[in-house]
């Protein structure tokens, strides 16, 4: 496994690999990395010839009261699980080459950034497009894959590539979760023992508001209104928002449909914690 | 010479070309090719193997109240000169496949467009870079070339290419002039004959200005006096912006330097000429 840290060096190595003409597969990442990391590490790792992880805790995804400096960090870690899941790159960049001053270009993806995460997090998903497009031309990957934790995320940069015309394949992965339901992120380790008791509130409602929708018997609201009450039970636990939408669209769903997002992020103690379920293939009346 | 109008099959010639080891050069344009255009061909021709020229007028670039549906087009013109000077590849994709809806994907630079063309005209250099990145990501060219008579424009390119990690080499051009003077743009056909002879006024203005900065004598404000004197004395002539600027910042000049940007764009009737000279190594005092 090699570690790569200058732009240059990644871009001469993958100029290389192309001319062999070898598959690229990227997991782009922010290190720290956790179950969830490894899932996506795993199945791409058997759909290409050189699989490229990179670590970069991206400054412009945060917003100025964010985590950014404290967000965990570890890359002796992230350096022996990458070994041992067989990625063969790391691609571990400075700050200050990737954002060399003055850089001044954006990426945006309009309207599904808008919603959800965007409205609590204004910025933050400008400055996911621009890292991944930055990290998409330096890499050059033949696929890449993100999970479905961050569904937003997921979505907006698949419309990133299809709107720019990236040739890159993007898959997505199901949410890991911990064996008592919480999905796992590098923010749970901000969470106090009691805190983490908690925040099973979040998998908990969408439980129940999945169980709901399947039951065809209640509106969008009333499921809303559910789960507002369940995560008002726990004293440490303020709803950032609940979203009851169209997985494709993200527009607010008036009635459940045969496909549905149900999503939501909720603050436990100082951390903000985001989960979903997204409800497939209901039998509609 | 091919003429290829699907971007997939763009996609799949350029892979040959990469695995066939051979460089690409690219030439994007919205047709109606003159002098100007020819000039960038013939320079980028001996620089790479093979030469790929684009002709697409691009939407995203007009205002609402701008040219779009008027501005020229006449595509049998452009494959002809395309054919004579060397081109390999036009690539003339069509208008729903670049902006596939529902498109929502733009991507932007700041501060370099917050200034000249980029007040009278918002949104213009959203358009261009939005478009010059799908072109690229298309095309994947090693070599991209520009005018220097949209200097403003290549200026925001290069700062595009650099931040976004693009492994291209942007060349520039400099300006090519009809014989009397005036700069060549496909803009000069909207203007009538008498029109035709006040836009001399854009490039006369300028060379006074250079030759005073070259004399050391005059103040930025006194320079760009002269230059409203002279085209007010054009009754068609409409002056948008004079700009004495840095060429590297766009940032504005209080004194004349070594390199020095005179820029400007007028009205001449209904049209919007734009024209510029680079002053480079003034002796400085």
Chains 1, 2 share one sequence.
Do not use: W
């Amino acid at each position: 496994m090699q570690i790569v840290k200058k732009i240059s060096k990644m871009q001469s190595l993958v100029k290389d690999i192309k001319s062999q003409g070898k598959t690229i597969g990227f997991v782009p990442t922010m290190g720290f990395l956790h179950e969830g990391h490894l899932s996506l590490i795993k199945t791409i790792k058997s759909k290409c010839d050189i699989l490229i992880v990179s670590i970069f805790v991206n400054p412009t995804q945060f917003g100025p009261e964010e985590d950014f400096n404290n967000y965990p960090r570890d890359f002796n870690r992230d350096e022996g699980l990458c070994q041992v899941t067989g990625v063969d790159i790391i691609f571990y960049p400075s700050q200050n080459e990737i954002y060399e001053p003055p850089y001044l270009t954006f990426v945006e993806v309009d309207k599904l950034t808008k919603t959800m995460c965007g409205i609590s997090r204004p910025g933050h998903f400008r400055g996911v497009t621009t890292i991944v497009c930055k990290l998409f031309n330096i890499v050059r990957p033949n696929i890449a894959i993100f999970g479905q934790k961050d569904y937003q995320q997921a979505l907006v940069i698949k419309q990133m590539v299809k709107d720019l015309h990236f040739n890159i394949e993007i898959l997505t992965e199901p949410i890991v979760r911990e064996a008592d339901g919480l999905a796992m992120s590098s923010r749970n380790r901000y969470l106090s023992r009691e805190e983490r008791k908690d925040a099973l509130v979040l998998f908990q409602s969408l439980q129940m508001a999945e169980q709901m929708a399947r039951e065809h018997k209640y509106a969008v609201e009333q499921i809303k209104n559910e789960m507002v009450k369940k995560i008002e039970e726990i004293p440490t636990a303020k709803i950032d928002y609940i979203a009851i939408v169209d997985p494709e669209s993200l527009d607010p769903l008036e009635k459940i449909q045969s496909h549905t997002l149900i999503a939501l992020a909720v603050y436990v103690g100082k951390t903000r914690l985001i989960d979903n379920i997204l409800v497939e293939n209901l039998a509609m009346e």
